[in-house]
């Protein structure tokens, strides 16, 4: 075990200094650590990882942001909503004759003379948020954070704060269902300011752009240290560990407006402190949906337990639709589906759903059953109420705003495996303005090719995404035109409550098999075309799209069952399906 020197939850810089000293005493160049780790990193992967200190380290969040300390050890999980480019900073520099270093830290230690020996290095800033959409189940559990000098008072409160923030919320109210260029930075003589501030921390100016942080929202600027760039992209999913640092004291005081003009390009690239807060990161490892269900238990791909799993929940779907078994069936493969492959402009393996024949009277009813019902299975759900006002002001394609440098959101920037749900029921006859107009366009592209066009201001960039899809209308939507339309026909209203238990397994289900390889055989590969060209003859209006969609709905359908290769059996019940899918069309 490592010293009190060494304590790496409450005193990490303690263990970079410590390491960075061990390492120039034994001789080591601090010029040759630029770009590189003398040991520290690999200290706290020791720690974290070999000896389990991971599950120690308290989750950085708008709620336990009020007791973490500054300088210590947190966890932080989002998405990267906006790369802001690199950063020069003094790294290491020499005191009197002895070497001292600033990385993984804002503000220098000890005071660094002008005349001192310095070395500049490199870091990247990445602007990232909490996981749109991200369900409270999913949310990694709470830590009782430890201090040297905490109290047992103290340490009470923080867990009844803990405790009371892991609650779920398994209610949905009507209203709620209805409702860049790399830009590298250094002061202007190389050296950190009198006040030893190593970065720009920001201008009188930019407070007032800044809007305040949400209390259920809080952003976080990452430093990274000694990564390729090609390792993290727009809309990934990160956990970050690192070193926290946040001053909500913090107050610009210069108001020199030479000054303020200098660094105009910097107003929000260097976001002040006291709104969002730092991470100095040491370690970080790229999120899946695999990495969301709250269990740590891991089960493996049995075909028998496979099928149990899935037959209950595909009960479970039957119920909350209703008693409308065809449309659970075709839920389960939306739920399970993904891209997988692209050709072309073509999105191999997404599936959306437009469930349709919605009325005033069901739509209250079976809304919010259905929203809660997905709420509680997939990880990153949001659901968007589809009007004439909506389209023609909602702001849903990111935009590049190069007067701040910043990349403004949008609300189809998303992270892989999100899931929307398009509530069309409520959209009435009007007239769609310029930006109504685009908004349905960019729409529309999303559905048919799983791409989100980024407005950069000169030119347009086409995003690829991967988002599951469900429009929920009166009629066949026209603005959304989905993989499937099937015709809803609900018979009752059920309970559909479901155990702790079986939530757990339907979520490590839907998890799991979508990630599935999967393949054709030859032998099946030739019943098919042989059905598809009889199907062909039968009805001459079909053509190689309703191919494409049959042939995703039975991989979908055989990985549903943990199996790998497409079976005859379930070639048919394919089949089938979409045989009763087509008799509610009529």
């Known amino acids: 075990m490592v010293g009190v020197a060494y304590d790496c939850l409450a005193n990490p810089l303690g263990a970079v200094r410590s390491t960075f000293e061990k390492a120039v005493s034994s001789g080591s160049d601090p010029a040759s650590f630029a770009g590189r780790d003398w040991g520290a990193v690999d200290l706290f992967r020791t720690f974290l990882f070999d000896e389990g200190g991971l599950s120690q380290v308290p989750v950085l969040n708008s709620s336990t942001i009020r007791w973490i300390q500054p300088n210590t050890l947190v966890r932080f999980r989002g998405m990267v909503q906006d790369m802001l480019g690199n950063e020069l900073y003094v790294g290491a520099y020499k005191d009197g004759s002895v070497w001292r270093t600033n990385k993984f830290v804002d503000v220098a230690q000890y005071p660094i003379d002008s005349c001192s020996e310095t070395r500049i290095w490199e870091r990247r800033m990445l602007y990232c948020v909490p996981v749109p959409g991200l369900n409270s189940w999913a949310e990694p559990p709470a830590v009782v954070y430890r201090s040297m000098d905490s109290t047992t008072q103290h340490g009470e409160k923080r867990q009844r704060l803990d405790e009371s923030t892991a609650n779920m919320d398994f209610e949905v109210s009507d209203e709620e269902f209805q409702g860049s260029p790399s830009t590298k930075k250094l002061k202007e003589d190389g050296h950190p300011s009198q006040s030893q501030e190593l970065n720009i921390e920001g201008t009188s100016s930019s407070l007032s752009m800044l809007p305040e942080v949400n209390r259920d929202s809080l952003p976080c600027l990452v430093k990274i240290y000694d990564c390729p760039e090609s390792d993290m992209k727009l809309n990934e999913i990160f956990e970050f560990v690192g070193v926290f640092t946040f001053d909500p004291e913090f107050k610009v005081e210069n108001n020199d407006e030479e000054f303020a003009n200098s660094f105009s390009e910097d107003v929000l690239v260097q976001l002040p402190p006291n709104k969002v807060p730092r991470l100095h990161c040491l370690t970080h490892r790229k999120l899946t949906v695999l990495d969301f269900p709250s269990s740590s238990r891991t089960m493996e791909v ?12 595909l009960r479970h779907l039957t119920a909350v639709l209703g008693n409308d078994g065809v449309a659970a069936e075709f839920l389960l493969l939306h739920l399970l589906s993904r891209v997988y492959s692209r050709v072309g402009t073509v999105a191999v393996g997404k599936l959306s759903l437009n469930l349709n024949c919605f009325n005033k009277e069901s739509v209250p009813v079976f809304g919010p059953r259905l929203l809660l019902a997905i709420k509680n299975l997939l990880p990153f759900t949001q659901c968007i109420s589809l009007t004439v006002d909506y389209l023609n002001t909602a702001s849903l ?41 685009e908004n349905a366009r960019l729409l529309k592209t999303l559905m048919e090719m799983q791409k989100v066009e980024y407005d950069f201001q000169y030119y347009k960039l086409d995003m690829e995404a991967d988002v599951q899809l469900l429009v929920l209308s009166e009629g066949k939507s026209n603005i959304l035109p989905a993989d499937i339309v099937l015709p809803f ?17 339907w979520r490590w289900y839907l998890a799991t098999i979508r990630s599935l390889p999967h393949s054709i055989e030859a032998e099946i590969q030739k019943v098919i075309e042989n059905d598809l060209v009889e199907a062909k003859q039968a009805d001459r209006s079909m053509g190689t799209q309703d191919f494409s969609r049959l042939l995703t709905m039975a991989r979908l359908l055989s990985m549903s069952f943990g199996e790998t290769s497409l079976s005859l059996e379930h070639w048919q019940m394919v089949k089938e399906l979409e045989r009763l899918r087509r008799e509610r069309l009529k």
Do not use: C, M, W
Request: avoid cysteine; charge should be negative; glycine fraction near 4%.
């Open 302 to 313: 049995k075909s028998n337990l496979v099928k149990e799993i899935r037959n209950a929940l």
């Open 397 to 437: 394609a990111p935009k590049k705003d190069y007067e701040t440098n910043r990349l403004i959101t949008g609300a189809l920037q998303l992270p892989e495996s999100s899931h929307l749900i398009f509530d069309e029921t409520q959209l009435e006859a009007g007239t769609l303005n310029s930006v109504g107009v």
């Open 489 to 505: 026909q609900p018979s009752s209203v059920d309970s559909f409550e479901a155990t702790a238990e079986a939530l757990e397994a």
